[in-house]
């Protein structure tokens, strides 16, 4: 169902609601309907639009859109080669690895179309879209379980009701859905901010690396800027401008607008980098980060994506970590929906939590202390000092876990120094709320 065809009745029921067509919620709706679930995904916007983003993929993420059969050949698509970071006049260029386990390739593109592309993949696959209804609110049992959503649809904003035994949220960083269920922030837990423009730049929108600075300083205090500036190149004649800042209690916010203009200035003028070729405002919007709101999985409402505060501590990634998300996500509901309603499904949807906790936990966990001591204090910088730079060897090793390449076993030393140094990291306890059979009171009730 496309966007301004809405039922002769205000009450939709289906399998599972999806809340928001990003990465995340179109990757979950697209692997529910390819395994045969009804699935509606909700998207309070209208496409194509704009998003606040980076617009580059790892090969991780590129592995993704593969995984979802994106046309990655199709015009529009930029590859890129790897990485370039430039640090107090040192660069280095980092390939993406050639690994054989994922493609030895990244790619841009711009976030105006790219949701729109992945959610007619989901909506090939016979997932039902419906644009412009915006979900205004959970909908639940006796018991306190979530059995679908009230929304507004349409230009006229009319009043309408979703009903399903299972809710994913991937409704971005605002986390709606999840704070009106009653999960709140981790306020531990970083949340950096980002600032993005387009310019441009004829002589920049070719270039095979994703460049990457590490060695900016804020514009109102001096101090290293707690986080790194980008330039991604579209292929398009533009170039994707920003920066990502970590907040610090001791060193108080980033006036990002002022601190990019002060680094444009360093750079060459025949890139084009200036007020007259700017091809849109400066933008910015939060990142939620390292597993800030948990539990991922609590009465019948999955979080994924940036609902989820999913974002890589690392890096600022997430894209990645919301399409896999999704993913993983619908995999666990589609199996939980062959038990009947009750304490067997109930266990089922709890796997969902186990999974991310799996995949990312350790990894996040480091990189929470990571981020902590040293990038929102320092930023990148101390990492990518003359020793680093210096050696090929430390290069990758630290390009690979800022990336988090991969999670499959390799012959690859590389692979194996970082997921032993993962490993290494105590298991992060389960989230607020929750057990191991999904037993706490409420969660067992009528489905």
């Given amino acids: ?15 599972v609601i999806v809340v928001g067509a990003g990465p ?3 990757a979950a ?12 995904l909700l998207e309070k916007g209208a496409f194509p639009r704009d998003k606040v983003c980076g617009d580059g993929l790892t090969p991780r993420g590129v592995q993704q859109l593969v995984r979802m059969g994106v046309d990655i050949d199709a015009p529009g698509w930029t590859r890129t080669k790897g990485m370039r970071w430039v640090c107090q006049g040192r660069q280095v260029h980092i390939d993406w690895p050639r690994s054989g386990s994922q493609p030895d390739f990244g790619l841009t593109r711009s976030r105006y179309d790219f949701d729109d592309i992945l959610a007619r993949q989901a909506v090939a696959a016979g997932a039902r879209l419906h644009l412009e209804t915006k979900a205004t609110g959970p909908l639940t049992d006796r018991a306190g379980h979530i059995v679908g959503v009230s929304a507004v649809a349409g230009p006229d904003r009319q009043p309408v009701t979703y009903r399903a035994p299972v809710v994913i949220a991937a409704d971005g960083a605002s986390a709606r859905t999840a704070l009106a269920m009653g999960l709140e922030r981790d306020r531990s837990r970083p949340v950096a901010t980002a600032a993005r423009r387009y310019y441009r730049s004829e002589a920049r929108s070719n270039d095979p690396y994703l460049e990457l600075w590490a060695d900016l300083l804020c514009s109102r205090t001096g101090r290293d800027l707690p986080g790194y500036g980008w330039i991604f190149p579209l292929g398009d004649g533009r170039v994707n401008v920003g920066l990502g800042a970590l907040p610090h209690r001791g060193h108080g916010t980033v006036d990002l607008r002022a601190t990019l203009e002060q680094w444009l200035t360093r750079l060459p003028p025949q890139w084009g980098l200036r007020e007259e070729n700017a091809d849109s405002p400066l933008r910015s919007a939060a990142l939620p980060m390292g597993f800030n709101r948990r539990p991922q999985y609590r009465r019948g409402l ?3 994506g940036d609902s989820g505060g999913m974002v890589s501590p690392w890096s600022g990634e997430g894209i990645v970590q919301a399409m896999e ?19 067997g499904r109930e266990q089922a949807l709890h796997r969902y939590a186990k999974e991310v906790n799996r995949r990312w936990g350790r990894y996040y966990r480091l990189g929470n202390t990571v981020a902590d001591l040293v990038f929102a204090r320092y930023g990148y910088r101390p990492l990518l000092n003359r020793r680093v730079m210096a050696s090929p060897a430390l290069v990758r090793t630290l ?9 499959a076993p390799s012959d690859d030393l590389i692979d ?5 140094l993962v490993r290494m990291v105590p298991a992060p306890a389960p989230g607020p709320g929750t057990r ?9 009730g009528r489905r």
């Fill in 29 to 40: 709706a697209l692997c529910l309907a390819r395994a045969g679930v009804e699935v509606v």
């Fill in 436 to 444: 191991a059979r999904g037993t706490r009171g409420g969660d067992t």
């Fill in 302 to 304: 999955l979080l994924v």
């Fill in 325 to 343: 998300a999704g993913e993983v996500a619908a995999e666990t509901v589609a199996l939980a929906l062959h038990r009947p309603g009750g304490p």
């Fill in 24 to 26: 995340a919620g179109s």
């Fill in 399 to 407: 390009a690979r876990l800022l990336t988090h390449g991969t999670d």
């Fill in 1 to 15: 169902m496309e966007s301004g065809e809405h039922e002769g009745h205000d009450d939709h029921r289906t399998q």
């Fill in 416 to 420: 194996t120094v970082v997921r032993g």
